[in-house]
């Protein structure tokens, strides 16, 4: 069943993808920029700036994941990269979800406990 499907996903994987790049790039560039700035750092806007920069550094290394595999560049034969590598590209998958489940409780915190915040 795989197999009738292959052709889409190395279209998915060699070009519908880097769309997502070319917009996600920028996007987490100029957000990580406004969410850092001086107006903009209480601490959820921290939250999202952390945010902002796992995500840039997940698809940089999500850029080199699908040129390695759909463009078969060969670029994890690198001996301290193809063992480094992994332990990056799944860190910053899973710090995504503790950013955004710390952010959500420090919302929740601010909006239905207001007070017990402040001690």
Known sequence: MLALHRPNLL????????VWFILGFPGNFLSFFV???RKMRPSSGCYLAALAFN????????????????????ILNVPVFCEVFPVIFYSTQYLSLF???AFTVE?????????????
Request: proline share 2%; charged share 20%.
């Open 55 to 74: 995500d840039f550094i997940f698809l940089l290394f999500n850029v080199v994941n699908k040129a390695n595999f759909a463009w078969e560049t060969n």
């Open 35 to 37: 969410w850092i700035r």
């Open 11 to 18: 279209l998915y994987d060699k070009y519908l993808c880097f």
């Open 107 to 119: 919302r929740y915190i601010s909006v239905c406990h207001p007070y017990q915040r402040e001690r």
């Open 99 to 101: 950013f955004v489940l």
